[in-house]
T-cell receptor, first 112, second 118 residues
Framework: AQSVTQLDSHVSVSEGTPVLLRCNYS??????LFWYVQHPNKGLQLLLK??????LVKGINGFEAEFKKSETSFHLTKPSAHMSDAAEYFC??????????FGTGTRLLVSP | GAVVSQHPSWVICKSGTSVKIECRSL??????MFWYRQFPKQSLMLMAT?????????EQGVEKDKFLINHASLTLSTLTVTSAHPEDSSFYIC??????????????FGEGSRLTVL
């Protein structure tokens, strides 16, 4: 069975400082992994995805994530946080036709 | 990019009435559409999976007679909350899987519909 764990329910950073949102997955096979962002009362927007190509994935808005099979991790990073990055972030795992499995989400708070 | 439109974005209704929420894929054909429910400050809970032209598959614990799902075409799926009650108040989100994204599992999400039942 596949699952995903987001280790932090909340992460607080100051504007201009680095962002690290942690995600660990469990999957019997090579998974597809995604990071989605959700702003208040909005749907989910895809930030980036890993589908067994390059292990370092670059996404939109300066975000990137690195797939580390040995650590079963797919942490999301950004060098410098912006106020507009404040939102809920979901790590998601999928095995092709199978349903997506969502993490519990990490709320990113950005202070001036 | 692929766009999924959800309508209405918010709706308020009286207890006992039915509400229909539409989910449309605007620029691609969706082989499968998913309906989620999201409670405040929580993750998304999958309610059902619908494939065009066939009956929806509901997750355990979801009442199929209360949450009617129709997927009449490759670009439209509807969720009807029948005889709504205050406990049905929630944020409902649809997502669609494009034919080209079948192997990766990537989904495209609608903007969500907030239902408030008085």
């Amino acid at each position: 069975a596949q699952s995903v764990t987001q280790l932090d329910s909340h992460v607080s950073v100051s504007e201009g400082t680095p962002v690290l949102l942690r995600c660990n997955y469990s999957s019997s096979y090579s998974p597809s992994l995604f990071w989605y962002v959700q702003h208040p009362n909005k749907g989910l927007q895809l930030l980036l995805k890993y589908t067994s190509a390059a292990t370092l994935v670059k996404g939109i808005n300066g975000f990137e994530a690195e797939f580390k099979k040995s650590e079963t991790s797919f942490h999301l990073t950004k060098p410098s946080a912006h106020m507009s990055d404040a939102a809920e972030y979901f790590c998601v795992v999928s095995l092709g036709f199978q349903k997506l499995v969502f993490g519990t989400g990490t709320r990113l708070l950005v202070s001036p | 990019g692929a766009v999924v439109s959800q309508h209405p974005s918010w709706v308020i209704c009286k207890s006992g009435t039915s509400v229909k929420i539409e989910c449309r894929s605007l620029d691609f054909q969706a082989t499968t559409m998913f309906w989620y429910r999201q409670f405040p400050k929580q993750s998304l809970m999958l309610m059902a999976t619908s494939n065009e032209g066939s009956k929806a598959t509901y997750e355990q614990g979801v009442e199929k007679d209360k949450f009617l799902i129709n997927h009449a075409s490759l670009t439209l799926s509807t969720l009807t909350v029948t005889s709504a009650h205050p406990e049905d108040s929630s944020f409902y989100i649809c997502s669609a899987r494009a034919r080209l994204a079948v192997n990766t599992g990537e989904l495209f999400f609608g903007e969500g519909s907030r239902l408030t039942v008085l």
